[in-house]
């Protein structure tokens, strides 16, 4: 397979690169930040701060003493901590000699700092990771608002030869006949859910102070409000805005409509017809199998093209406020951790297909896609890639952050650390696991369809 072909046309592969190191120089920027700061705090001297590897291409070195530098490979970057044992050779040797005939010296090494700091300064780093999404989501949602309640008529999609009888400014009552309900009550997925296929609806909504009786394009029609990265629908070309009109010859007008082809045609090539900017075009794709995590959990393989759908309108929007935003990103967080685990479970148990694990080139791509649909999308990508390297960094395996912390509870129960025998096999095996991983990982990036 040529692995050229697996970059996405949107800016090619210059775009995609700079986008993916971007995303991951902020991300371990922010990590070992917070390996840093902790251990400063804890009293722990850091020689260095490095944001990549190999040679360094520009360095400072600050009034405590620590070295800030960037290095010429950005696909990483670590904190040097006096006394890491990786780093005790040459003259750190000699310097941890001479550390240890001194208690306030030795103090101030990660080697003879007190247990509590070498744990909390192993365990900020994931911390921070966290602390970087909740902040990018809370930012998020105060700037783009939650759907006003109860469900207003923002800005109206264009849509193909539809007369719209819904207006800016319109608050929903009904849709044929039935009340629509809070946005957050349950019963407004239901309704959503159970909306008559039909091309046009009878909407009920206050506008001016007075009900008025109106009718207009289905709710949900199969309009494309998203595309997502590494999808069949991205390849075709299809962009946010995108009105699908009809598959295989047939007239769609609900988004429902479209999800059933796609659903039943059992991955069969489809031909769309698209309405962009008042001209239409055919398009052909071929949906894929998606392992798509479930409301009351596990997971479900489907059929997908890879659109987000959208209502016939923009909803209107308000700004919930500093908690309600807050509030919102830390279950966001939370929704990603648990998604994440769950599905690395169901890998490990054989019910989805290993293909779910991206390596480093479906992670640039899906850099370079997120980047390429707006700032928004790459800086939520941002803040979900974090997440997902916390977690990741958490696993109790030795080389990672989690594997250092299985140490410390060790000590902390036998009262005194691993023997370095141990440690060392201990290492070279989490190394080899870590390794592994990414090797296969990568292999998904090339093989997996």
């Not at 240890?100 to 921070?128: N, Q």
């Not at 890998?347 to 290993?354: D, E, F, K, L, V």
């Not at 299985?406 to 023997?419: D, I, L, Q, W």
Request: include cysteine.
């Amino acid at each position: 397979m040529d692995i050229f072909a697996l970059i996405p046309q949107f800016g090619g592969f210059v775009w995609t690169i700079a986008a993916f190191v971007l995303a991951l120089s902020v991300i371990v920027a922010i990590h070992e930040y917070g390996h840093y700061i902790v251990g400063r705090w804890s009293g722990i001297h850091a020689d260095v701060f490095s944001v990549g590897f190999g040679p360094v291409l520009a360095s400072r070195v600050d009034r405590r003493g620590t070295r800030w530098q960037i290095a010429a490979l950005p696909f990483g970057g670590y904190v040097k901590f006096a006394g890491d044992a990786n780093a005790a050779s040459g003259k750190d040797a000699d310097a941890m000699a001479a550390a240890e005939s001194d208690p306030a010296r030795l103090r101030a090494t990660m080697h003879g700092a007190p247990l509590w700091a070498r744990t909390a300064t192993v365990a900020a780093g994931p911390i921070f990771n966290f602390i970087l999404s909740i902040l990018v989501f809370t930012v998020i949602i105060m700037t783009t608002g939650v759907a006003r309640d109860p469900l207003t008529v923002g800005e109206l999609r264009p849509m193909p030869g539809a007369e719209r009888g819904l207006q800016p400014g319109d608050a929903l009552v009904s849709i044929e006949g039935t009340t629509v309900p809070s946005t957050e009550d349950p019963a407004y997925s239901d309704l959503i859910g159970s909306l008559p296929l039909q091309p046009q609806l009878e909407y009920v909504v206050t506008r001016g102070g007075r009900e008025r009786v109106v009718t207009d394009v289905h709710l949900l029609p199969p309009v494309v409000a998203a595309v997502s990265p590494q999808s069949a629908a991205m390849d075709a070309g299809l962009e946010a805005g995108d009105v699908i009109i009809g598959v295989n010859g047939t007239s769609v007008f609900a988004f429902e409509q479209l999800k059933e082809v796609v659903e039943g045609g059992n991955g069969a090539t489809l031909e769309m017809r698209i309405w962009r900017d008042g001209a239409e075009r055919d398009v052909m794709l071929t949906p894929r199998r998606v392992d798509e995590p479930q409301p009351e959990g596990g997971f479900a393989t489907q059929w997908r093209i890879g659109v987000v759908g959208g209502m016939a309108f923009e909803p209107a929007v308000e700004t919930p406020g500093l908690t309600g935003s807050f509030t919102g990103a830390v279950a966001q967080t939370g929704r990603i951790i648990e998604g994440s685990l769950s599905g690395l479970a169901h890998m490990i148990t054989g019910a989805i297909s290993t293909c779910n694990l991206s390596g480093p080139i479906g992670i640039a791509q899906t850099s370079g896609a997120m980047a390429s649909q707006g700032a928004e999308s790459f800086i939520w990508f941002i803040a979900v890639l974090s997440t997902a390297v916390g977690l990741l960094n958490l696993f109790p395996i030795p080389a990672l952050d989690g594997g250092h912390l299985v140490f410390y509870a060790y000590e902390a129960v036998r009262g005194k650390p691993p023997s370095d025998r141990a440690l060392q096999v201990l290492m070279a095996a989490g190394l080899a696991m870590v390794l592994t991983l990414m090797l296969f990982a990568l292999g998904n990036d090339i093989f997996c369809p």
